[in-house]
């Protein structure tokens, strides 16, 4: 199994900013994918990143509120842009070697305020 | 759209009972089902996957999978307190080269002691 080191692991930023979050493995991964967690519900896949590549985003989903980058086999990032109180969530990051199992990150919890 | 049904439950079972948490999915061409517990405030953490019909077993924890009735199923034997979390179903809504998990919403279960 992979292990994913995500940073920060909570944050309380003011409206109108921008978080970016850090998700680094620690070993060569296929998929690396970011989720959306709200409070009592499950996860939401928000895009898919590709090496080398733009990210292949889920319906509701767009580039300019949710820029990522995956400069690597090994690591992405997922910025949360120009943010408001409804981005308030957790944000988690997730890796699998092919066509299987996925692992995830401990999570981003952020609060906007 | 491709969908996994769970029941949100809560599941509650006494000590040392079989748990039973129940998953179908709506594509017929999933290859690779997983499941995931996750403990209030934490990230899902994988316990059990399954790729073939049948049951597989791990422990205290059976998983099942019948393709035909697209149904798949956890079985948690001699049920401990530790084992109160929320489950999630995955099934790969692979299409073509991509890769994806989509998650069920998961059921909540309560094991009293």
């Known amino acids: 199994s992979a292990v994913i080191s995500q940073k920060p692991s909570r944050d309380i930023c003011q409206r109108g900013t921008s978080l970016t979050i850090q998700c680094q493995v620690d070993?060569?991964?296929?998929?690396m994918f970011w989720y959306r967690q709200q409070p009592g519900q499950s996860l939401t896949l928000i895009a898919t990143?590709?090496?080398?590549?733009?990210?292949?985003?889920e319906s509701g989903f767009v580039i300019d509120k949710f820029p990522i980058s995956r400069p690597n086999l090994t690591f992405s990032t997922l910025t949360v842009s120009n943010m408001s109180p409804e981005d308030s969530s957790i944000y988690l990051c997730?890796?699998?070697?092919?066509?299987?199992?996925?692992?995830f990150g401990q999570g981003t919890r952020l609060t906007v305020v | 759209q491709k969908e996994v049904e769970q029941n949100s439950g809560p599941l509650s079972v006494p000590e040392g009972a079989i748990a039973s948490l129940n998953c179908t999915y709506s594509?017929?061409?999933?290859?690779?089902f997983f499941w995931y517990r996750q403990y209030s405030g934490k990230s899902p953490e994988l316990i059990m996957s399954?790729?073939?019909?049948g049951d597989k077993e791990d422990g205290r924890f059976t998983a099942q999978l019948n393709k035909a009735s697209q149904y798949v199923s956890l079985l948690i034997r001699d049920s401990q307190p530790s084992d109160s979390a929320t489950y999630l179903c995955?099934?790969?809504?692979?299409?073509?080269?991509?890769?994806?998990?989509?998650f069920g919403s998961g059921t909540r279960l309560l094991v009293r002691p």
């Open positions: 990143a590709n090496q080398g590549s733009e990210a292949t985003y």
């Open positions: 070993s060569q991964v296929t998929m």
């Open positions: 997730s890796a699998a070697g092919g066509f299987a199992e996925a692992f």
């Open positions: 399954i790729y073939s019909n």
């Open positions: 594509d017929r061409g999933s290859q690779s």
């Open positions: 995955a099934v790969d809504g692979r299409m073509d080269s991509s890769y994806k998990l989509i």
